[in-house]
Nanobody, 118 residues
Framework: QVQLVESGGGLVQAGGSLRLSCAAS??????MGWFRQAPGKEREVVAA??????YYPDSVKGRFTISRDTAKNTVYLQMNTLKAEDTAVYYC???????????????WGQGTQVTVSS
C-alpha cells in the first residue's frame, strides 16, 4: 500500500524559510512533486523532480528547491524568501510521469498547511 506522509508545514513570517518533507512507503516512483492549493484557487504544481531533472514554475523559481533522498524514499521542498501569496495547503505527490497535469499523479499525501504572515 502506497503512503505519502508530509511534515514541516507551519507559520512563518514573510521572508522566512520552511522545509517540507514527504516520506513515501510502499514503492519507489519515477517522479515526485509538490503542489499547493490556496483557498478558492486551483491546485498548482510548485516543484517536481524525476530522474531527468527538476521543474519549477516561474512563481517559485529561485526561491524553492526540491530534492530527493532515494535511500530514504523521501522528497524535500526547501522554501526560502517566503511571501504571503505562498500561503496554502501543500501536497506531496508521486507518479510515473513528471507533469503539471494533476490527474497524472497517482498518489497524494494528506497535505500540510503553510501560512506566511506579512
Amino acid at each position: 500500500q502506497v503512503q505519502l506522509v508530509e511534515s514541516g508545514g507551519g507559520l512563518v513570517q514573510a521572508g522566512g524559510s520552511l522545509r517540507l518533507s514527504c516520506a513515501a512507503s510502499g514503492r519507489t516512483f519515477y517522479a515526485m512533486g509538490w503542489f499547493r492549493q490556496a483557498p478558492g484557487k486551483e491546485r498548482e504544481v510548485v516543484a517536481a523532480i524525476s530522474w531527468r531533472g527538476t521543474y519549477y514554475p516561474d512563481s517559485v523559481k529561485g526561491r524553492f528547491t526540491i530534492s530527493r533522498d532515494t535511500a530514504k524514499n523521501t522528497v524535500y521542498l526547501q522554501m526560502n524568501t517566503l511571501k504571503a501569496e505562498d500561503t496554502a495547503v501543500y501536497y506531496c505527490a508521486a507518479g510515473n510521469v513528471a507533469t503539471t497535469e494533476i490527474s497524472h499523479w497517482s498518489s497524494w499525501g494528506q497535505g500540510t498547511q503553510v501560512t506566511v504572515s506579512s
